[in-house]
């Protein structure tokens, strides 16, 4: 059984969380931080459900489905390019005060040689995939979720 020291109420969560792979395929984009200005105005008109933009001092990340990538694209012939990735999103509300759930999942993936990036929002967290590593992922995250007893 997975270590639920952390948190006594990740085994409730783990047993009765959902948890699916969405259909998108995904690219993560590293663009230079001097091209932001242009990021910021291009991201506007995404038509894509499912996208996420981080801006740090020497790197925008920018991760979009593939259709908006190859419509925004152009402006960035320089951008580092990693793909196809897919997303694992945990449709269960996450408190923002619970201790461990990521740390498990993580250690999950890893153990499975699944490399990932983890993407939080407000309330549900997600990992991003290497498209050739989805189902390793999937029989990872399946595996421990048997261990709290799946109801």
Known sequence: MPNIDADPRLAELFRTMRWR??????????????????????????????????????????????????????????????????????????????VGFMALVSTALAEAGVPILALCGFTRDHFLVREADLARAEAAIAALQEGFGKA
């Open 21 to 98: 792979v969405r259909p998108e395929r995904l690219v993560l984009a590293g663009i230079d931080p001097r091209e932001q200005p242009v990021v910021l105005r291009l991201v506007a008109g995404l038509t894509g459900r499912l996208w996420q933009l981080t801006v740090e001092p020497e790197v925008v990340t920018l991760i979009v489905e593939e259709s908006d990538w190859r419509s925004i694209s152009p402006a960035f012939p320089r951008a580092r390019i990693e793909r196809p990735y897919r997303l694992i999103s945990f449709e269960a509300d996450l408190p923002p005060d619970l």
